[in-house]
């Protein structure tokens, strides 16, 4: 039984189920930060090219690391109070964000 939580969204979407496996995840042997959930580059490439999924690509690195070189379309957010903002604050964008399921891809330096 799916039941919305506080933000009206089905407890389901917040489940690691089949469904919400979506990426191959990078082999743990080869992640510098396993609990990340690290996809590979060939993964996100993937998706890139699939493009029959909504996807943001969040760039956490600083300004002038992002400015040298980023993945195309990219959102450079390298403030912490910005992120949580938009991605743990905005109701109304989590619950589209859901209701579309977005894949949100963090990139950071340990990328």
């Not at 917040?14 to 919400?20: I, L």
């Not at 619950?95 to 977005?102: F, I, K």
Request: charged share 25%; aromatic share 10%.
């Amino acid at each position: 039984m799916n039941v919305p939580n506080s933000l009206g969204i089905e407890d389901s979407l917040f489940q690691e189920t089949d469904e919400a496996q979506l990426l191959e995840k990078l082999d743990m042997a080869d992640a510098f930060r396993p609990e990340m959930n690290p996809i590979s580059p060939s993964t996100l490439a993937f998706l890139m090219r699939e493009q029959n999924r909504p996807y943001i690509v969040i760039d956490c690195r600083w300004d002038y690391e992002y400015s040298a070189g980023h993945i195309q379309g990219a959102q450079n957010i390298d403030n912490p109070t910005l992120l949580e903002s938009k991605f743990f604050q905005d109701i109304d964008n989590i619950r589209r964000l859901m209701a579309e399921r977005t894949i949100l891809v963090f990139h950071c330096e340990f990328s």
